[in-house]
Nanobody
Framework: QVRLVESGGGLVQAGESLRLSCAASGSFLTIKTMGWYRQAPGEQRDLVATITDDGLTNYADSVKGRFTISRDNAKNTVYLQMNSLKPEDTSVYYC???????????????WGQGTQVTVSS
């Protein structure tokens, strides 16, 4: 069993910052790519940022220069530092990790429960 615990969401004003965290625990061999996605009401879930296990990052164009994804492999935790927040960043943010099992030898995606980020104008 693998568990993801997200934290750090909340209500902020435009221009302010938030930091999201997502920690993985349980029985697995390793965590491969980790990422953040977001979904606004009535919208599809979109990629925000990903980071591979060797530190390569990828960002949605809408957050480049404002958001930074990072990870602590010793803690199996991924972070999303969100600066200069805008009202259009308001969404439920979900972390996703690629869990690698030892036996059976498979990799599968695991989603967090989501955390609400609300940015007021």
């Amino acid at each position: 069993q693998v568990r993801l615990v997200e934290s750090g969401g909340g209500l902020v004003q435009a221009g302010e910052s938030l930091r999201l965290s997502c920690a993985a625990s349980g029985s697995f061999l390793t965590i491969k790519t980790m990422g953040w996605y977001r979904q606004a009401p009535g919208e599809q879930r979109d990629l925000v940022a990903t980071i591979t296990d060797d530190g390569l990052t990828n960002y949605a164009d809408s957050v480049k220069g404002r958001f930074t994804i990072s990870r602590d492999n010793a803690k199996n935790t991924v972070y999303l530092q969100m600066n200069s927040l805008k009202p259009e960043d308001t969404s439920v943010y979900y972390c996703q990790v690629q869990v690698r099992l030892r036996s059976p030898s498979i990799t599968y995606p695991k989603w967090g429960q989501g955390t609400q980020v609300t940015v007021s104008s």
